[in-house]
């Protein structure tokens, strides 16, 4: 299925590269969000998953997590397009357990449309979730992280961080915005061991590419097949979707000892889109 890892055991607690550490993900109730939660719980952190969905199969996630890695899982529901709520969230797992090591800010939408039709609406909703939460997770994080001499900030931006689409008016901008936060973010950090620094996936099949298959088919009044095919996979030299198990990957190495030199950059894993 899409968002499962190999269902692998891990290794004991104690030699896993992240064990002690305790991680938020945001938007991690589904795909890439999900996969990273994974890939860090797999590792030895603790969990704190956000995002939206059905309260059941929420919980059976958290469970499984729980239990297939040996790390502690908790699950907050903060609507992120709430400046209070991110603040809120950070601040209830601060007081957890005092520790904020690993804060990934992945949860984002899209809308695809032209911008005379975009609706304003929906451009207001894409700059809170996908840019403003970014903004304030990080300023509520960082005055814990700094105080106890660690943090690992992973934004999920795009491949539309670095170049542009038509229809996605806000998502580029906000992604685009992503990256100058980022770099900002990591030189205000840069004396602390606290890293930032932002991925840039070109497309994964996710829930959120899987909307967008039906919303271009749509908008280019094509086929499903032709969307994949001439619209998603064309600009991606390696015509293949990137697996959210790349993603954790990734996220697992700027989380660990191996990251600590690498901050303000944007790291893309699009299959050679932006080589072009
Ligand atoms: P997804 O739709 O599968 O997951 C999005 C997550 O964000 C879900 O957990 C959802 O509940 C959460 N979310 C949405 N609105 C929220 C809100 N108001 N408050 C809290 N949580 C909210 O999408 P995905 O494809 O896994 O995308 C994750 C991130 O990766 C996004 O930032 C997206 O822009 C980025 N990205 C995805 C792709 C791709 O091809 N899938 C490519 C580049 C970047």
Known sequence: MLNRMESTRTEPLALRALAGRTALVTGSTSGIGLGIARAL???????VLNGLGDAGAIERTRMEIEAMHEVGVHYDGADLSMPSAV?????????RGGRLDILVNN????HVSPIEDFPPAKWDQILAINLSSVFHAIRAALPAMKSNGFGRIVNVASAHGLVA???KSAYVAAKHAVLGLTKVVA???????ITCNAICPGYVW????EKQIEDQAKAHRISRDEVINTVLLKAQPKKRFATVEEIGALTVFLAGDAGRSITGTALPVDGGWTAQ
């Not at 949860?107 to 899209?110: R, V």
């Not at 030189?187 to 061991?193: K, M, S, V």
């Open 87 to 95: 603040t809120g969230m950070i601040e209830r797992t601060l007081s």
């Open 165 to 167: 689409s038509p229809f």
């Open 187 to 193: 030189l205000e950090t840069a004396e602390f061991d």
């Open 41 to 47: 719980a797999a590792q030895g952190a603790n969990i």
């Open 107 to 110: 949860a984002g939408i899209q």
């Open 206 to 209: 996710t829930p959120l590419v």
